[in-house]
Antibody, heavy 118, light 110 residues
Framework: EVQLVESGGGLIQPGGSLRLSCAAS????????MNWVRQAPGKGLEWVSV???????YYADSVKGRFTISRDTSKNTLYLQMNSLRVEDTAIYYC????????????WGQGTLVTVSS | QTVVTQEPSFSVSPGGTVTLTCGLS?????????PSWYQQTPGQAPRTLIY???TRSSGVPDRFSGSILGNKAALTITGAQADDESDYYC??????????FGGGTKLTVL
């Protein structure tokens, strides 16, 4: 079964750091475009970052320079390192696979909640 | 900065047909943006309905269809059912490693 499971969310103070993980099963992370998408409480979806199979990385302007996407092929796991966190980064963070640019994001993980608050 | 636009809300009667749209604040949506559509119910992760403009994802009922209408991408629900009441999001591929979601449409079936 193709599945994604996120972990690593929690409560963190502004300015702090957190690393999210997304464990994949049923497919190979390094052969796909792997994405992070977030959703602030009561708000819409926001695309955050993508890691191409070839290793290229891209970020939304709102997180550029603060967040880093990476993967561990031995663990078949995607990561999102989040530094200099702000209150406005509070959201549920989903990881999702994109098989190709023509395909939709599928599957999605169940999401992990990050709360940035003092 | 380009904004992807969607109707904030829409209502449809059970059995009725509704078309939700996905546009750009500047320019027209074409198939080159590979529009995709997602359905989300409260407390759940999004579910893919349509990708590459008009291809239904596995298991999606054929009452959901995608198209380009004029200068926008469109999601049409034919024969709406009560459990279609959800939030619907479109996503566009903006090129150069960038994707953007629309603000979402809250669909009410009543």
């Amino acid at each position: 079964e193709v599945q994604l499971v996120e972990s690593g969310g929690g409560l963190i103070q502004p300015g702090g750091s957190l690393r999210l993980s997304c464990a994949a099963s049923g497919f190979t992370v390094s052969s796909n475009y792997m994405n992070w998408v977030r959703q602030a409480p009561g708000k819409g979806l926001e695309w955050v970052s993508v890691l191409y199979g070839g290793g290229d990385t891209y970020y939304a302007d709102s997180v550029k320079g603060r967040f880093t996407i990476s993967r561990d092929t031995s663990k078949n796991t995607l990561y999102l390192q989040m530094n200099s966190l702000r209150v406005e980064d509070t959201a549920i963070y989903y990881c999702a696979r994109l098989e190709s640019k023509r395909k939709g994001l599928d599957p999605w993980g169940q999401g992990t909640l990050v709360t940035v608050s003092s | 900065q380009t904004v992807v636009t969607q109707e904030p809300s829409f209502s449809v009667s059970p059995g009725g047909t509704v078309t939700l749209t996905c546009g750009l604040s500047s320019g027209s949506v074409s198939t080159n943006y590979y529009p995709s559509w997602y359905q989300q119910t409260p407390g759940q992760a999004p579910r893919t309905l349509i990708y590459n403009t008009n291809t239904r994802s596995s298991g999606v009922p054929d009452r959901f269809s995608g198209s380009i209408l004029g200068n926008k991408a469109a999601l049409t629900i034919t024969g709406a059912q009560a459990d279609d009441e959800s939030d619907y999001y479109c996503m566009l591929s903006m090129g150069f490693g960038s994707w953007v979601f629309g603000g979402g449409t809250k669909l009410t079936v009543l």
